[in-house]
C-alpha cells in the first residue's frame, strides 16, 4: 500500500465543533468524511456526507473518530446537543465498527471496557488524550477558558482578585500564571511535599490540601474565586465548614470533582462547572491540536492523513 496517494474514508461521530475542524481538515487532504451526530454542527463540515443513521455513517469506512470526551455516563456516546437524535451505545458502535470491517477507532477519554471490547471484536483502538503532548497542547485553552468564565461570573477586575488554585499540574500551573501576570493575587494548594516546595519556589503561597482544614478553609475564604483542577473532592464539608464568604467556584476537573456540592449548594456558593473548555472557548485550536495527535496515530497504522 502507498500511503503518500492512498485516501480513506473517515467517519466523524458526536461531539462539537473540534470534530467540524478535524473534519474539514481531512477533506481537504482528500479524504472522504461522513458525519454522525453533530446535530447542526454537520453542515459546517463542507463537502462531507451527512447521515441520519449510524449504520450508513460507518459502513464501508476505514477509521471512526470519536469526541473528547466520548461519554459522559461510560454508556452512551457523547453527541452534539440534539433533541432529535438518538441516544448511541458505545457497545453498539464498536459492534457495527466489527461488521463493517473498521480499520481503527480513535476517540478521548474512552472507557476501558469499551477498549476490551474493541480488541475482542478485533478493531484498532486508541485513546488519543492518553497522549502527552495533546494534553501539553489542551493545557493552554482549558486555563484561558478557565479565566474567561472567572471574568464572565464576577464583578470585579482580573487585578483586584484574590484567587485559589487547587491543583499544580499542566492547567493550574499555567492557569495560576496567567493570573497573577494580569495581577491577581493567587495562592495555589497541592499534596504533594514537593510540589509545595515548587509553588512556593514559583513564587506562590503554597497551601497544603489534606492537612489542617483550617488552613484549607482559610484560603478559601479569602478568595473570590477558587479554581479546581484536582480530580478528587478536596473542598469537604469540613473545610467549607470554616468558609464564611461565598466565593465562585470553577470546576475544571473530571468527575467527581473536587467540592461536596451538597455543602456549597446548603452555603450558597456559586459553582460553574465547565467540563470541554477548549471545544467551548477555542475549538479551532483544541481540534487542531486533535488532529495532529489523530495524524500521529494513524500514521503508525500506515494510514497517512
Not at 5 to 20: L, P, T
Not at 118 to 138: A, H, I, P, T, W
Not at 154 to 160: L, M, P, Q, R, S
Request: charge should be neutral; hydrophobic fraction near 40%; glycine fraction near 8%.
Amino acid at each position: 500500500m502507498s500511503i503518500n496517494n492512498e485516501k480513506y474514508r473517515f467517519s466523524i461521530i458526536g461531539g462539537d465543533y473540534r470534530q467540524v475542524v478535524i473534519a474539514n481538515e481531512l477533506i481537504r487532504r482528500g479524504h472522504n468524511v461522513k458525519v454522525f451526530g453533530l446535530g447542526n454542527l454537520g453542515a459546517h463540515c463542507r463537502h462531507a456526507e451527512l447521515f441520519t443513521s449510524i449504520d450508513k455513517a460507518i459502513d464501508g469506512s476505514d477509521v471512526i473518530l470519536l469526541p473528547l470526551p466520548v461519554t459522559r455516563d461510560n454508556v452512551n456516546l457523547l453527541l452534539a446537543s440534539d433533541p432529535k437524535a438518538e441516544c448511541i451505545e458505545l457497545v453498539e458502535l464498536v459492534c457495527l465498527a466489527s461488521r463493517y470491517n473498521c480499520r481503527a477507532i480513535l476517540g478521548g477519554m474512552i472507557p476501558d471496557g469499551i477498549c476490551s471490547l474493541c480488541e475482542k471484536e478485533g478493531v484498532f483502538v486508541r485513546d488519543y488524550y492518553k497522549s502527552d503532548d495533546l494534553q501539553k497542547k489542551n493545557a493552554l485553552p482549558s486555563a484561558e477558558g478557565a479565566l474567561m468564565l472567572a471574568m464572565e461570573h464576577t464583578d470585579i477586575t482580573v487585578k483586584d482578585m484574590k484567587a485559589l488554585v487547587c491543583g499544580y499540574g499542566r492547567i493550574g500551573s499555567l492557569l495560576a500564571s496567567m493570573l497573577r501576570s494580569l495581577g491577581a493575587d493567587v495562592s495555589v494548594a497541592a499534596r504533594r511535599d514537593e510540589t509545595l516546595c515548587e509553588i512556593s519556589m514559583d513564587g506562590y503561597r503554597a497551601i497544603r490540601i489534606g492537612g489542617n482544614v483550617e488552613e484549607l478553609g482559610a484560603a478559601v475564604d479569602g478568595c473570590d474565586v477558587v479554581f479546581n483542577t484536582v480530580p478528587s473532592v478536596i473542598l469537604t464539608s469540613a473545610v467549607l465548614g470554616r468558609v464564611k464568604s461565598k466565593p465562585l467556584y470553577i470546576e475544571i476537573a473530571s468527575l467527581p470533582g473536587g467540592i461536596d456540592l451538597s455543602a456549597a449548594r446548603d452555603m450558597g456558593i456559586r459553582t460553574v462547572f465547565a467540563p470541554s473548555l477548549p471545544g467551548k472557548y477555542s475549538p479551532r485550536s483544541a481540534g487542531k491540536y486533535i488532529f495532529e495527535t489523530v495524524s500521529d496515530i494513524l500514521a503508525e497504522r500506515s494510514i497517512n492523513v
